[in-house]
């Protein structure tokens, strides 16, 4: 089993920073690609955010300048530091990571996309 436990969000008044986190935690062989999506209520999921293995980038446009997503190999961990925080910002933000595991059973390794349970971002003054 694997788990993608988030933390850090919170109520943060406009042009405030927070800064989440994401720990993977299970029978984990390696971890590539992980990455942060949002999704308002009424709206779609948005992706904003990845970050390759080898600490490459990228970023949504709307969150491009005022977010960065990092990485620590070693706690298996992602993170997404916000900062300028709009109106615009407020949702429910999600990681995921692709992940192989290994099947304690079997010894089989098998890969897939795993995601958290989500945190709420708010931002009012």
């Known amino acids: 089993q694997v788990q993608l436990v988030e933390s850090g969000g919170g109520l943060v008044q406009p042009g405030g920073s927070l800064r989440l986190s994401c720990a993977a935690s299970?029978?984990?062989?390696?971890?590539?690609?992980m990455g942060w999506y949002r999704q308002a209520p009424g709206k779609q999921r948005e992706w904003i955010a990845a970050i390759t293995s080898g600490g490459n980038t990228n970023y949504a446009d709307s969150v491009k300048g005022r977010f960065t997503i990092s990485r620590d190999n070693a706690k298996n961990t992602v993170y997404l530091q916000m900062n300028s925080l709009k109106p615009e910002d407020p949702a429910v933000y999600y990681c995921n990571a692709d992940i192989t595991m290994i099947a304690i059973a079997t010894a089989k390794v098998h890969r897939s996309t795993y995601w958290g349970q989500g945190t709420q971002v708010t931002v009012s003054s």
């Open positions: 299970g029978s984990i062989a390696s971890i590539y690609d």
